[in-house]
């Protein structure tokens, strides 16, 4: 069974920097297309950023372009997001995902296991 743990969220100053954290239980990560989303209340789930297997690839929305950066760690199964400059408006709670088939889709109906989320609170 695949299971993803999300750590890093709290309260940030606008501006402010904040990582997050994903470990993915299960042998087979390495192969996994990893992502993360977010929801804010009231609002859809939102896609942030993807990373390939070999972290070579990453595609990112133009919403956190040039802020956030994703990267991953295959030795620890690990999935990172670091956020700069922080906004009020990214405020929400943010998930993992993977894919298992590599589909490398910013569509979240493609990812197969998520997280359980863990919230970020940007202040004015």
């Known amino acids: 069974q695949v299971q993803l743990v999300e750590s890093g969220g709290g309260l940030v100053q606008a501006g402010g920097s904040l990582g997050l954290s994903c470990v993915v239980s299960?042998?087979?990560?390495?192969?996994?297309?990893m992502a993360w989303f977010r929801q804010a209340p009231g609002k859809e789930r939102e896609f942030l950023a993807l990373?390939?297997?070999?972290?070579?690839?990453?595609t990112y929305a133009n919403s956190v372009k040039g802020r956030f950066t994703i990267s991953r760690d295959n030795a620890k199964n690990t999935v990172y997001l670091q956020m700069n400059s922080l906004k009020p408006e990214d405020t929400a709670v943010y998930y993992c995902?993977?894919?298992?088939?590599?589909?490398?889709?910013?569509?979240?109906?493609?990812?197969?296991?998520w997280g359980q989320g863990t919230p970020v609170t940007v202040s004015s």
């Open positions: 995902a993977a894919d298992r088939d590599g589909r490398h889709s910013p569509q979240e109906d493609q990812y197969d296991y």
């Open positions: 299960g042998r087979s990560f390495t192969y996994y297309v």
């Open positions: 990373i390939g297997w070999s972290s070579g690839s990453t």
